[in-house]
Each structure stands twice: as C-alpha cells, then as structure tokens.
T-cell receptor, first 114, second 112 residues
C-alpha cells in the first residue's frame, strides 16, 4: 500500500522569506502523480501544485515550486517570498496512475509571521 | 455551479441517529470522492465514484456508512446509527479524469 509521510508537524517562517516543506512517499509503481494541497482555516482544500512522476522537470506555480527526487521518493514544496496568506495546513498527496484515489500525509501546519 | 457544493456545512446529531450529507460536484466532472478528516489529522479516503463504473468502497470504515451517486450528479453519504467517533469533517471532491481534485468546503459532523 502506498504511504505518504510528512515529518514536520509544524513550521514557521518570517514574511518574505523562503520555507521548504518535506514529503516522502512509498510506492512500487512507476507511474503516479504527486500533489500539494493547502487547507486554510476555512477548511477548503486548495490545489497548490501537481507533479507527474514521468516528468523529470520540477513543477512550478508562481512562488511555489517542488523538488521531486524520484529515486529517493521525495517531493518537497518550496514557498518563496512567504506571505501572511500562506498560513495554512499543507498536505502532500499521492495518486497512482490510472486510479484517482488520493493518499494524504498528515499535514504540516505552516505559520507565516509578520 | 462554479465549485463543489456540500450541505449542510455543519451538522450536530445525537448518537444513534442517521445522517445524510450531500455533495453537488462540478458539472461535467466524472469522478467524485468522499474523504473524512478527523480533528488535526489528514484525509482518509472513504469512497470513489467514476462515471458509471462500480464505486470503489474500500475506504468505508463500517457497514454503517454508505454512499450513492446518481449518474454524474449529486452524491449523498449516509451514516446510520451515528457514533461519537464519526465526528469529523466530511469532504467531497470532484475531478475530470486524472487532473486533480476540486474540493468542497466540507460538512462538519458532531455526534453528541
């Protein structure tokens, strides 16, 4: 069974600085998808970024980028120029190719301090 | 509508009662999912509907839990004889195949 591990229950960062959230996963599959979701206090889950395992290039969305290390089964999220609105729970998630069921990590609570 | 709509947003029920939670997916999204999020925890998969295929019910925790979906439209998650451990936020999401989900805002269920 696939598992997703987020080893940092809580993190904090100063506004305008950069922070990296860690995620590792375990799978025997070669084709799969990885996601980072943000959940603010409103509890709405918002897709931050998505990576297909067959793509070697790391995904980027504005201030958000990932470091995808397939051999190490690592998928970290880097947030640059942190903003107060980035304060939220961040969940790493895995989806097996061809199957849409998402497996989530337990989340990292990120606080951006002014 | 523009997003995934869930109702009610909050539900308080007495132990032993049945509850129904509703999800309206984004029009045209063939896949629909239910997840449970206990306080301070990640999301647990419950059930997955994809078009007219048989649903993947592998995440339902007990036979008190069931879900239905009419075509590619509304879904209802039913919990019978609710227990206190059923207290959680129940999140619904829909997706066009293999692209990533859009989540609703969830239903917070409190069993007293």
């Amino acid at each position: 069974a696939q598992t997703v591990t987020q080893s940092q229950p809580e993190m904090s960062v100063q506004e305008a600085e950069t922070v990296t959230l860690s995620c590792t996963y375990d799978t025997s599959e070669n084709n799969y998808y990885l996601f980072w979701y943000k959940q603010p206090p409103s509890r709405q889950m918002i897709l931050v970024i998505r990576q297909e395992a067959y793509k070697q290039q790391n995904a980027t969305e504005n201030r958000f980028s990932v470091n995808f290390q397939k051999a190490a089964k690592s998928f970290s999220l880097k947030i640059s120029d942190s903003q107060l609105g980035d304060t939220a729970m961040y969940f790493c998630a895995f989806s097996q190719g061809g199957s849409e069921k998402l497996v989530f990590g337990k989340g990292t609570k990120l606080t951006v301090n002014p | 509508g523009a997003g995934v709509s869930q109702s009610p947003s909050n539900k308080v029920t007495e132990k032993g009662k049945d509850v129904e939670l509703r999800c309206d997916p984004i029009s045209g999204h063939t896949a629909l999912y239910w997840y449970r999020q206990r306080l301070g925890q990640g999301l647990e998969f419950l059930i997955y509907f994809q078009g007219n295929s048989a649903p993947d019910k592998s995440g339902l925790p007990s036979d008190r839990f069931s879900a239905e979906r009419t075509g590619e439209s509304v879904s209802t998650l039913t919990i019978q004889r609710t227990q206190q451990e059923d207290s959680a936020v129940y999140l619904c999401a829909s997706s066009p195949f293999n692209y990533g989900y859009t989540f609703g805002s969830g239903t917070r269920l409190t069993v007293v």
